[in-house]
T-cell receptor, first 111, second 115 residues
Framework: DAGVTQSPTHLIKTRGQQVTLRCSPKSGHDTVSWYQQALGQGPQFIFQYYEEEERQRGNFPDRFSGHQFPNYSSELNVNALLLGDSALYLC??????????FGPGTRLTVT | AQSVAQPEDQVNVAEGNPLTVKCTYSVSGNPYLFWYVQYPNRGLQFLLKYITGDNLVKGSYGFEAEFNKSQTSFHLKKPSALVSDSALYFCAVRDIGEYGNKLVFGAGTILRVKS
């Protein structure tokens, strides 16, 4: 049984560009959450998707947007990239409010 | 707002000795608490959770955690540390909103086990 998968593994972008990160949830899970983990910090909640709708959002600007597809996979989009967006982006999946299982993350570097 | 704190940036123990990684929480209502571990260049791995019931929770890889309501603590423990336990450990609390839920993490504690 595949766990949570994320792509790409690493990404380098330039300031002002846009990026799309992808996540496939663990089999049987219907909820996807995204977190940003800056270097030396704990993960910070970005938003959560369930039934293709954003259900809860953390303290992140509108430059961060997402989508959930009918197969429960999800995308995270970040527009107008800033240097401060450099971080490890983690996707987590769950069955409803059960414990969240995390993917390996996407390392985004903005230069 | 729900929050957790990990007062130690780093914990050093010798292999074979018991280890404790500390976590305190601040919540309104009943706490839903978790421990995750992160190895270099990896995502977070779920270790254990406390929802309700016994104050001693057993988890993966021989880890356990003790929930203490009076001290608002949820310390991670292991009777005998292994070098392979060296990693970054996060305590987290579930914050349930009107339509969803999120995990609120502490800053993390680096555990170093020396042989």
């Amino acid at each position: 049984d595949a766990g949570v998968t994320q792509s790409p593994t690493h990404l380098i972008k330039t300031r002002g560009q846009q990026v799309t990160l992808r996540c496939s949830p663990k089999s049987g899970h219907d909820t996807v959450s995204w977190y940003q983990q800056a270097l030396g910090q704990g993960p910070q909640f970005i938003f959560q998707y369930y039934e293709e709708e954003e259900r809860q959002r953390g303290n992140f600007p509108d430059r961060f947007s997402g989508h959930q597809f009918p197969n429960y996979s999800s995308e995270l989009n970040v527009n107008a990239l800033l240097l401060g967006d450099s971080a490890l982006y983690l996707c987590a999946s769950s069955w409803g409010f059960d414990e969240q299982y995390f993917g390996p993350g996407t390392r985004l570097t903005v230069t | 707002a729900q929050s957790v704190a990990q007062p130690e940036d780093q914990v050093n123990v010798a292999e074979g000795n018991p280890l404790t990684v500390k976590c305190t929480y601040s919540v309104s209502g009943n706490p839903y608490l978790f421990w995750y571990v992160q190895y270099p260049n990896r995502g977070l791995q779920f270790l254990l959770k406390y929802i309700t019931g016994d104050n001693l929770v057993k988890g993966s890889y021989g880890f356990e955690a003790e929930f203490n309501k009076s001290q608002t603590s949820f310390h991670l423990k292991k009777p005998s540390a292994l070098v392979s336990d060296s990693a970054l450990y996060f305590c987290a609390v579930r914050d349930i909103g009107e339509y969803g839920n999120k995990l609120v993490f502490g800053a993390g504690t680096i555990l170093r086990v020396k042989s």
